[in-house]
């Protein structure tokens, strides 16, 4: 694809395809990390609390079975619980016996404050709630009332335990659970990024190829691609076959064509010329000027359609300033009698056209024989380059183009001199070629560093 100077490439708005394959798999792996983290979260917790349950009830039946009566209403330990932090003041490790309608009997932990006890309902098998206890500890309470076998007094024993401990549990579990799902998630995001790149990389290796194809230095892909990427390879190179195939067709009938103009106008054009020359015979005068106009159209149409048949294909490259010395060795032969001098600045290796020389060669031709055909001694051709252009300037010491003439030189046809030999299509030519090539051509006057003073033409080609 040629790029004008004014060209700019617009992002097509779609994502990077390495870039949505990263997104959805970091997407999907956090949504499957946090999902499972949560329900690993929810599974260890619940098992604590059944952990946590069983302990209670262990811790129940223990209080139960170390229980005697000593009288109707008094109820004692005849061996005391087997946690000391039950005789701890406020230690969050609690227990109670509470005789219905009779003083309670409780731990040591809880000092001076008693577990509230409600006897409108029964309970006959364990039963767990939540409740507040002292220093607003937050306590998982176990009961269950019991009769002791001679006595009518309902007892109802009771176990209580700070959930700190619990809520702790979690906390640390959670907190180790997401460092250890924060660096898996990273080691998957990190695995993803990779299998993406090296799963792309056979294309970047595809843009590559097509690189060197775009620039001449291949002919075809390679066939060394993964077997998912080797079809579409496989495929660009027939597509290059065909479009050569197509391009070589085209010229074989632009050559035809041509041949089969030439003939017919050549013999119009001389026997209008021959017949010219009677007198009064307007009839022939008008046949020769309308078949000069009709040769200078198919000449100007056939170079045209040649110059668009080069570009349809993959360009090569060729040097730039080889190319220039060729065109002038032949000037100095077509105009020896002027004696031109053409002097050549610029490194010889620096310098490629990218594209083929034949139309560099047309286009730095044209410019060249305008610069010998006005020039009175010399013609001078400097050739730079930048990052992204090259410039070549030929500047002649002729009598120079007038600045509102200098538009109307590139009109087809058009000549600022008839008695000066030529078609008037050669800066229309050099002009439509630098404009399919991405460049242009500049008529200036020359400016103070360079000593003719006649017309400086810059033809602005792009860089390989």
């Known amino acids: 694809m040629l790029l004008k100077k004014n060209d700019h490439i617009n992002p097509s708005g779609k994502r990077p395809l390495w870039l949505r394959l990263v997104t959805i798999s970091v997407v999907w792996t956090v949504l499957a990390l946090v999902l499972g983290g949560y329900l690993l979260s929810l599974v260890f917790r619940q098992t604590l609390e059944e952990n946590f349950d069983q302990r209670l009830n262990s811790l129940l039946e223990n209080l139960i079975g170390s229980s005697s009566d000593d009288s109707s209403t008094v109820v ?53 709630s939540e409740i507040v206890g002292p220093e607003e500890q937050a306590l998982r309470l176990i009961e269950r009332d019991i009769t002791i076998p001679g006595n009518d007094v309902l007892y109802r024993f009771s176990v209580a335990i700070d959930t700190a401990e619990l809520d702790q549990q979690a906390a640390r579990f959670d907190n ?119 040769h200078k159209h198919v000449e100007y149409y056939l170079k045209r359609a040649r110059m668009a048949a080069n570009l349809k294909t993959i360009s090569g490259h060729s040097q730039i300033i080889p190319s220039i010395h060729n065109i002038a060795r032949a000037l100095n032969k077509i105009h020896k009698d002027k004696n031109i001098t053409v002097n050549v600045n610029g490194d010889e290796g620096q310098f490629i056209f990218k594209g083929e020389v034949n139309d560099f060669e047309e286009m730095a031709g044209n410019l060249m024989e305008n610069a010998a055909k006005w020039a009175v001694s010399e013609i001078i051709i400097d050739v730079s380059r930048d990052d992204h252009w090259i410039t070549i300037e030929i500047c002649d010491d002729g009598p120079g183009i007038d600045i509102k003439a200098r538009d109307a030189v590139f009109d087809r046809g058009e000549r600022l001199d008839e008695n000066i030999p030529g078609s008037g299509l050669g800066l229309s030519i050099v002009r439509d070629l630098a404009d399919l090539y991405g460049g242009e051509i500049k008529l200036q006057d020359n400016d103070s560093s360079n000593p003719c003073d006649g017309l400086k033409a810059s033809l602005i080609l792009p860089v390989i």
Do not use: C
Request: no cysteine.
């Open 76 to 128: 004692n330990l005849y061996r005391p619980m087997v946690d000391p932090r039950f005789e701890q003041p406020y230690s969050g490790w609690y227990w109670q016996i509470s005789p219905e309608g009779n003083p309670l009997f409780r731990s040591r932990s809880l000092w001076d404050v008693n577990l509230e006890v409600n006897f409108t309902t029964p309970i006959r098998t364990a039963r767990f």
């Open 176 to 294: 180790i659970l997401f460092v250890a799902l924060s660096a898996l998630g990273l080691g998957l995001v990190g695995a993803s990024l990779l299998q993406v790149f090296l799963g792309l990389r056979p294309l970047s290796h595809i843009k590559e190829s097509l690189g060197k194809v775009r620039n001449g230095e291949e002919e075809y892909l390679p066939t060394d691609f993964p077997s998912e990427i080797q079809p579409l390879a496989d495929e660009v190179n027939a597509l290059l076959d065909h479009n050569n195939e197509i391009v070589e067709r085209s010229r074989t009938q632009v050559g035809n064509l041509a041949h089969a103009l030439k003939t017919p106008l050549a013999v119009l054009r001389n026997e209008a010329k021959m017949n010219a020359n009677n007198d009064n015979n307007q009839l022939s005068i008008s046949v020769a000027k309308q078949t000069e106009n009709m």
